[in-house]
C-alpha cells in the first residue's frame, strides 16, 4: 500500500457528507474572511484539493502531503512522480498542483518584467525563491538583461542532482551574445536548503565572470537560493 492514508481511507461509502462538507464551508468563509495568512499549511493545501476531489475529506490526504513533503510550497513543487507515490493522489490532484505552482511562477515573473530589475531586487529574490527554492533537484538560471537592466529572457541553462549541476561558461556567453544581453544575473538553488555558497560554485562564478569580461557583458550577481533563505556571491564580496 502507498504511504499517506490508511486502508479504505478513500472510499466514499464511508465518508459522513455533511461533516465533510459543512468542513469545506467553513474552511473557504474562513479563508475568504481572513485570507490565506490565517490558514496552515495542511489547510490551504485543502483548499487547493477540493476541485479535483469534491466527495471525500481531503484532511488527511493533505496532511499527508505536509508530512511527506515538509511545507505547502514543496508540495507544489513536488515532482509529480513523487506527488503519485501518495494513496489518493490522482492526476487530477497533480495537475491542479502543478497548475498551482506555474501560476505562482507567473505571478512572480510579472512583478519583475517591466522593471529595471536592479531597483526591483526584493521582487527578484522573490521570484528567485518562487520558481527555485523548493525545486527537488538542483537547476542553474541564468536572467539575460538589456541595456536598461530589463529582463530579456529568464532561460534554464542546467539541471542536475541534488547537490549539483554542470554549467559551461561559453554556453551562457553564446546564449548572451545570440540574445544581445550587456548583462546577466545568475541564480541556482541548493535542495539542501543551505544557500551557503560553496567552493565550486565560487569558482564556476568566476570563470564566466572571466568570460564574459572581454565581451562587454556583466555579471551583476549570482544568487543561491534555498529553503532557509538566499546568498549573493556579490554581497559577500566573493565576485
Known sequence: MKP?????RDAPAAEDPQHYLGHRERLRARFAQ???????????????????IPRRDVKPLAK????????????????????????GVSAGVVADLKLIEAAGHRLARGAIAARPLLSSWAALI???RATMAFAPREQFRVLFL???NHLIADEVQGRGTVDHTPVYPREVARRALELSATAIILAHNHPSGD???????IRM???IVAVLDPLGIVVHDHVILGRDGHASLKGLKLI
Open 195 to 201: 544557500p551557503t555558497p560553496s567552493a565550486a560554485d
Open 64 to 87: 499527508a502531503l505536509i508530512r511527506r513533503f515538509g511545507s505547502f510550497a514543496e508540495v507544489v513543487s513536488a515532482e509529480p512522480a513523487r506527488l503519485s507515490e501518495i494513496e
Open 146 to 148: 538589456d541595456r536598461r
Open 205 to 207: 562564478t568566476r570563470e
Open 126 to 128: 522573490e521570484y528567485c
Open 34 to 52: 481572513a485570507g490565506a495568512d490565517a490558514l496552515p499549511d495542511y489547510e490551504l493545501l485543502e483548499l487547493a484539493l477540493f476541485r479535483a
Open 4 to 8: 499517506g492514508l490508511p486502508s479504505g
